[in-house]
Every structure is written in C-alpha cells, then in structure tokens.
C-alpha cells in the first residue's frame, strides 16, 4: 500500500476522528506579532505557560527539525445542550464531561501514526494535544479544519465547534489542503452574549475577564467580584460563546466517542463539592480534565456560585 492523504483519511475515520486535514509547517509572520500582542496586553492573565518555549510556537523547525508537513485532527467531543440548571447545581463545560481529551485524542493520533508507519516506515512523527509549545488553531485553520470564529475557537461547517485539535507534525511531505473562508458574516451574537465582555474585539480573548479562565485556569484564593457576579451557571469552564453560535445550533452533533459522554457531569450539586475529601475528588475525577483545577478550585468555585 502506498502512503497517500486519501488512506490517512479513510484510516483516520475509521478511528472516529471527525475531520482530517493537511498543512505546510510555516507561521505566518502576522499570527506571530499577534500572539506577542496578546501577550504583551497581558490578555494571557496569569497563564505563564503560553509565553514558554516561544521560538518552537513561532517555529515548528525548532520543535522538530525534519518536519515537512503539519496533519491536523478534529474530534468531535459534543455530548448534547445543557439541560436546565437545577437550584444548587453548577454547569461544567462540555469539553470537561467526559474522559480527558489530552488521554483520549493522544491514544488515537497514537495509533494512527503507529498504523502510518507500518506503511512508511521511515514516517517520523510529534504528536500534540493542546499540550505543546504549537499554534494548533492557526494550523486548524491554515489546513481548512475550520475557520476562526469572532469567539476566538476554530468551526467546522460540517460540525461546529465542539471539537477537539489535534496536530501530528511529520517528515513526509504531504500537498497542502485549502484554507476555508471565514463565515462568521455580520453575526456577532458570541460577542454580545458573553456573560463578563470577555471578547474584546473579534477573535481576542481577555482571559482576565473570561469566566473559564477564572474556573479553569487561575490559582487565586477568590474569583473576583467582578466576574463571579456575572456568572450565575458556571462551574467549570463556561460554553456561553460557542453555545449561542447558530454554527453549533445548527450543526452539531452527538459525539461517537463514548469516553467523552458522561451525563452524570453535565451540572454538579454545589453543597456536594463544598463538602467533599480530597481522596473523593481524586477517586471521581481521576479521569478528567476537571482535575486541572484541583479541589481547592472547585471549591472556590461552587462556593461563588452559591454567593452569586
Ligand atoms: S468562555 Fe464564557 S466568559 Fe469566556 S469568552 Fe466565552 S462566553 Fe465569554
Ligand atoms: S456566534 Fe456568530 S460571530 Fe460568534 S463565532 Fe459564531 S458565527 Fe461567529
């Protein structure tokens, strides 16, 4: 069998990934400046990591010098709209439901890239899965993956933007796919409807006003008032901008893969959490993402819903 992009793809459906697409491995000077702009801004709020390892982000070269080509995966991870919110209960984001993607997607791409090199065994690969130093949604975007929308986060026509990026850097070169053209139009509802103004301007996020910033990332003692005020639902991320995108009203769909349904998490008991042991947290969360923000966090976290 000979290694083509068709054969990639029908392999790469069969192991359940929504959308595979393929991209020359440059930066583009604009999506650099950009970047150190937002940095700059302090817009990455106390998010240390993003400014890590700069020159392998700005360069692809600097993280794998053989790299000729740039696959780029979507995983559909949608497990269906929020139910409504009982009192006591705080919302967790869809992304966070299930089995933690960065496990999940990284076995897949794992075993799509082991089944490449039975073909190409010369095929040399690195895998990312929002876990390096890798502009994942330019790549997302540059390949044809989907564009950027007005809320920062990469759509699919086919399926919106509950997906999952994924990225194999290789040293086979592989024909560059088309970029597609960006069809937000004259919507703008994620930018009026975010809860706390977090979208500054299209496509810029200030994280120090964004709700999953503040329940995701931040390691302070309190989310500030200014924020939690605002945010009457929101456990765990928070899904406000892609929920009202009519991309995602319209078009998505129940994801296949079964590690990323969890009803049990689509909204937490409050009172619950505020109670709970670090060895219980550790048991029920050992799986997830929503371990990211240990249970100090979540804790904070429902005690500023219940406030609110
Ligand atoms: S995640 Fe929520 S708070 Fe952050 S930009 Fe989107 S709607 Fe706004
Ligand atoms: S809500 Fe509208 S403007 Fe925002 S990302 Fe979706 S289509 Fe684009």
């Known amino acids: 069998m000979n290694l083509d992009k ?8 069969e192991l359940g990934i929504s959308e595979i697409k393929f991209t020359t491995p440059f930066v583009d000077v604009q999506t650099i400046q950009n970047y150190e702009i937002w940095l700059n801004k302090g817009f990455a709020a106390e998010m240390e990591y993003l400014k890590n390892n700069f020159e392998k982000r700005a360069n692809p070269l600097n993280l794998m010098p053989e790299v000729k ?21 705080g919302k967790i984001s869809k992304y966070a439901q299930g089995e933690d993607y960065h496990d999940v997607f990284k076995n897949i791409l794992k075993e799509l890239t082991g089944w490449i090199k039975t ?21 997302a975007e540059k390949s044809g993956i989907g564009w950027q929308g007005k809320n920062g986060i990469i759509i699919n026509p086919e399926i919106g933007s509950f997906i999952f990026l994924g990225v194999v850097f290789s040293n086979i070169e592989f024909e560059a796919d088309s970029t597609l053209p960006d069809l937000c139009g004259t919507c703008v509802k994620c930018l009026e409807q975010c809860p706390t103004q977090a979208i500054i301007q299209p496509k810029v996020i200030d994280a120090n006003k964004c709700i999953s910033y503040w329940t995701i990332e931040s390691k302070a003692a309190k989310i500030p008032v200014e924020i939690s005020e605002k945010n009457t639902e929101w ?7 892609q929920d009202v995108c009519p991309w995602n009203e319209k078009n998505a769909k129940i994801t296949k893969i079964r590690s990323f349904l969890n ?8 009172e619950t959490l505020m109670q709970m042991e670090q060895e219980e947290f550790s048991r029920k969360f050992a799986k997830s993402a929503i371990k990211r923000a240990k249970l100090t966090g979540l804790k904070r976290n429902a005690e500023g819903l219940v406030k609110s």
């Open 6 to 13: 068709l054969i990639i793809q029908q392999k790469a459906k």
């Open 69 to 89: 080509s740039v696959i780029v995966c979507a995983l559909n991870y949608f497990p269906g709209k929020h139910q409504e919110l009982q009192k006591g209960y």
């Open 119 to 139: 073909i190409e065994p010369n095929f040399e690969y690195y895998i990312s899965v929002d876990s390096s130093a890798v502009f994942e949604k330019y790549f």
């Open 235 to 241: 456990l765990y991320g928070c899904d406000v901008c």
């Open 263 to 270: 009803p049990e998490n689509f909204a937490l008991e409050l």
